[in-house]
């Protein structure tokens, strides 16, 4: 029998309100600020998010896809203050090697915010591949190897948003 996959999660108490914490969220112009993986360069154009359906572009860099590439970051879950989440997609063709550049590849990273009392917010990033190929799930332990980034991600998160 099949184990069951779970999304990775990791969770962070910020002093900050929610609110203060989702701006930086629904800002990809500050999205290279808090990205503890070190891949995010900088948003392709200064468009908030504001609602599911939105995309918002982003460059990016990792040394296995041979540096600079882009991915279209689709919204599928918005509600203020609360909750965020995005697809990612390839952008271009250093991204999308044997993917179709903008089809979806499985991938969704998710933020939920729960107030903690006054002015403290619950944080929890959450990235779920459970839709990815087999392969690209294995060769990155089914998300796990994304945990240090995502504790990184929300240290820099606290210190942008509490600070």
Aim: hydrophobic fraction near 35%; aromatic fraction near 8%; charged fraction near 30%.
């Amino acid at each position: 029998m099949a184990e069951k996959y779970e999304p990775v999660r990791v969770s962070r108490r910020i002093e900050a309100e929610p609110s203060v914490i989702f701006a930086a969220l629904a800002d990809p112009g500050r999205h290279e600020e808090f990205d503890g993986s070190g891949m995010v360069r900088s948003a392709v154009n200064d468009s908030l998010i504001t609602a599911v359906g939105d995309q918002f572009e982003m460059n990016m860099y990792f040394d296995r896809l041979g540096g600079d590439y882009k991915m279209i970051n689709r919204v599928v879950e918005f509600l203020p203050d609360r909750r965020i989440a995005w697809e990612p997609a390839p952008g271009d063709e250093r991204s999308a090697g044997e993917i179709e550049i903008g089809s979806r590849v499985g991938h969704r990273w998710s933020f939920e915010l729960e107030p903690d009392g006054e002015g403290a917010t619950v944080v929890t990033e959450i990235y779920d591949c459970s839709e990815a190929p087999a392969d690209l799930r294995a060769g990155m332990d089914d998300g796990r190897s994304w945990e240090p980034s995502m504790v990184r991600t929300l240290d820099r998160l606290d210190e942008i948003c509490a600070g």
